[in-house]
């Protein structure tokens, strides 16, 4: 059945988004900081990393330069975080108290707190001075780079979800409208252009490889929600890389009986 289409509203918002490069994951690097036998003194390093692939090689490096300290090294995911602290340690038979840096890793650095409080309540005479909190590490799994727009009716939200070798936006936008489709172009750094739509009342979720998005937003009257006419349609077809970002996981969108696309 022909439906009649106007258009009522032609936004045109365009902004840029630069995703951000992180490196949401931690090294950690112990080794014995003189030479004392088992009454050497601990060290510490640490470095920001991107992922388990640049923990490995940072790993490798340490390693071959501190081969002859008792090298020691810990990788903290995007979503841990971490605690060290140091006290002194008798070491028994060899008359010498020597320094201990130790670790915890946890959800939250409250959890990290508890599991040395624990530490110390079941072993206290491991401890020969009380341990001294000297680094904490919030995991930056749950903190990534958010920008939140409303573009008149539709809310756009984007998150920079990097990766060692690309830039990539997750883009999620939500039509907020009763009676109005959205109909969203998106130029990728300048060049590519890719034009989706949105239902009212559905959300769309996708990832984009760029570090900067223009969008273009234009709305379109429509009689009823559940309308469908040749461009939802077109789009449903081309639309093949959906996902949706939930407390900084990312997983598939589940695909419609029509195919990937709109939701609703």
Not at 143 to 159: P, V
Not at 203 to 228: M, N, W
Not at 230 to 257: A, F, R, W
Request: charged letters at 25%; a positive charge; aromatic letters at 8%.
């Amino acid at each position: 059945m022909k439906k009649s289409i106007s258009i009522i509203t032609l936004l045109l918002l365009s902004f840029n988004l630069l995703a951000q490069d992180v490196k949401p994951c931690l090294f950690v690097g112990l080794y014995d900081s003189n030479k004392k036998g088992v009454c050497s003194d601990r060290a510490m390093l640490h470095e920001d990393v991107a992922d388990f692939a640049a923990y490995k090689t940072k790993r490798t490096d340490f390693n071959a330069e501190h081969q002859t300290e008792n090298p020691q090294t810990y990788f903290v995911a995007a979503n841990e975080c971490i605690i060290t602290y140091e006290y002194e340690k008798r070491i028994a038979g060899w008359g010498c108290n020597a320094k201990v840096i130790g670790t915890k890793t946890g959800k939250t650095i409250e959890d990290c707190n508890q599991q040395l409080a624990d530490q110390l309540a079941k072993y206290p005479r491991d401890f020969t001075t009380a341990p001294n909190t000297t680094f904490t590490w919030q995991g930056k799994g749950t903190n990534t780079s958010e920008f939140t727009k409303d573009f008149g009716g539709l809310k756009g939200k984007f998150r920079s979800g990097n990766t060692a070798t690309k830039s990539i936006i997750l883009a999620q936008f939500t039509n907020q409208t009763k009676d109005k489709l959205a109909t969203i172009e998106l130029s990728l750094d300048g060049g590519a252009v890719i034009k989706v739509t949105v239902n009212p009342g559905s959300t769309l979720t996708r990832k984009y490889d760029a570090k900067k998005i223009e969008i273009l937003v234009e709305y379109t009257d429509i009689a009823a929600p559940e309308s469908s006419f040749d461009i939802i349609e077109n789009t449903k077809q081309k639309v093949h890389e959906i996902i949706i970002n939930e407390n900084g996981k990312l997983k598939p969108m589940p695909s419609s009986s029509g195919g990937p696309g709109v939701r609703g």
